[in-house]
């Protein structure tokens, strides 16, 4: 069975960084590229970024890019978000998300994860 | 780039339901249809336009047509009350993007 597993400190101040872990099982985690996708309160979905199967192409959102940090090690099967400078509108359900082909085919997603950001 | 939905649809039980999506870039790239229960992770529904994951219930369908993308829920139950989202990418494959979600109300 397939199974992702966020993690990671749920309040964070304005300005402050916060890691995100997820862990994954049931399927070989170094063949298949991964995602971050967020969810504001009340609000729709977001892509957030992308990381390569080898971990060696990255792509991220424009809202997040130079701020976020999206890596993987394959060894321990685990997939991480680095976010740093963090604002109000950050605050949101942070999803680990599988992706069938590379090409944003999203076909197994974590419970998620709620980072809110406040003093 | 975005992916337009409308915000709501509203059907009777046994009905059809329609939920369409458009985005100047769908004629290139797949697009994928996800619904979201209140509290709960989406779950993929539809997937490359027209496919069906296994698990996922007949009545769900997917067409697609020039630069708008349709999720179709014939013989709509109680249980499809929930929030769809289209979702594709941008044609260089840079982006993931979203549509806005449309509520599907069973009256």
């Known amino acids: 069975e397939v199974q992702l597993v966020e993690s990671g400190r749920g309040l964070v101040q304005p300005g402050g960084s916060q890691r995100l872990s997820c862990a994954v099982s049931g399927f070989p985690f170094s063949s298949y590229c991964m995602h971050w996708v967020r969810q504001a309160p009340g609000q729709g979905l977001e892509w957030v970024s992308r990381i390569y199967k080898d971990g060696t192409r990255t792509n991220y959102a424009d809202s997040v890019k130079g701020r976020f940090s999206i890596s993987r090690d394959n060894a321990k099967n685990t997939l991480y978000l680095q976010m740093a400078g963090l604002r109000a509108e950050d605050t949101a359900v942070y999803y680990c998300v599988r992706d069938e082909d590379c090409n944003y085919f999203f076909d197994n997603w974590g419970q998620g994860i709620l980072v809110t950001v406040s003093s | 780039y975005e992916l337009t939905q409308t915000p709501s649809v509203s059907v009777s039980p046994g009905e059809t339901a329609r939920i369409t999506c458009s985005g100047d870039?769908?004629?290139?790239?797949?697009a994928y249809w996800y619904q979201q229960r209140p509290g709960q992770a989406p779950v993929l529904v539809i997937y490359?336009?027209?496919m069906r994951p296994s698990g996922i219930p007949e009545r769900f369908s997917g067409s697609s047509s020039g630069t708008i993308v349709t999720l179709t829920i014939s013989g709509v139950q109680a249980e499809d009350e929930a929030d769809y989202y289209c979702q594709s990418a941008d044609r260089s494959e840079t982006y993931g993007v979203f549509g806005g979600g449309t509520k599907l109300t069973v009256l």
């Open positions: 870039d769908l004629p290139k790239q797949f």
């Open positions: 490359k336009d027209t």
